[in-house]
């Protein structure tokens, strides 16, 4: 089995930054990647960013527009979300997943396990 545990959100104003850090454990053996999914008060979970687990390819949502890195530390099992420059809109629940098979990696169909989430809000 796999499990998740999501941390680094809080309150924070337009403009700063958080870093969010999910770390795996369990048969970590048997993952292809990781990605990072938001859900808004009253929106549907969205995909927000992906990496594969040796961190050599990465992929990012549009609105994201470069300000979000995704990494990870394969040592630590740990797969990061670092956010600057954060709007308003960025405010919702983020969620870590992995997947154990391929699949196209924005669809939330394609990950096997779940964290519980952590909640960022920005304020104007």
């Known amino acids: 089995q796999v499990q998740l545990v999501e941390s680094g959100g809080g309150l924070v104003q337009a403009g700063d930054s958080l870093r969010l850090s999910c770390v795996v454990s369990?048969?970590?053996?048997?993952?292809?990647?990781m990605g990072w999914f938001r859900q808004a008060a009253g929106k549907e979970r969205e995909f927000v960013s992906s990496?594969?687990?040796?961190?050599?390819?990465?992929y990012y949502a549009g609105y994201v527009k470069g300000r979000f890195t995704i990494s990870m530390d394969n040592a630590k099992n740990t797969v990061f979300l670092l956010m600057n420059s954060l709007k308003p809109e960025d405010t919702a629940v983020y969620y870590c997943?992995?997947?154990?098979?391929?699949?196209?990696?924005?669809?939330?169909?394609?990950?096997?396990?779940w964290g519980q989430g952590t909640q960022v809000t920005v304020s104007s």
């Open positions: 997943a992995a997947r154990s098979q391929r699949g196209p990696v924005i669809n939330m169909a394609a990950y096997d396990y």
């Open positions: 369990g048969r970590t053996s048997s993952l292809y990647g």
């Open positions: 990496i594969n687990w040796s961190g050599d390819t990465t």
